[in-house]
């Protein structure tokens, strides 16, 4: 599978994943990770919370950032590190 955006900005890149907004592929030069916090009540009172994660593609992130800015949701940059 390519990279769904270069696929429209006519590049043809490979696709490390898969957005888990949108379907498509997205490549590791434009992957970003929707990092969220999943609360679990333990016991009453006590609130535990486990952070996951998803694979989404650059249009989605700025999608997810614009409209979704709390819930304990943070848009993490992968290339570059
Ligand atoms: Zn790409
Ligand atoms: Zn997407």
Do not use: W
Request: net charge positive; charged share 15%.
């Amino acid at each position: 599978m390519n990279c769904f955006d270069c696929a429209l900005a006519g590049r043809t890149t490979t696709a490390i994943g898969t957005c888990m907004s949108c379907g498509g592929g997205v490549c590791a030069a434009e992957v970003q990770l929707d990092v969220h916090e999943l609360p679990h009540t333990g016991s009453p009172g006590n609130y535990t919370h486990r952070v996951t994660r998803s694979l989404i593609c650059q249009t989605c992130a700025a999608v997810i950032t614009e409209h979704l800015p709390d819930r304990g949701r943070s848009v993490k940059s992968v290339a570059g590190r």
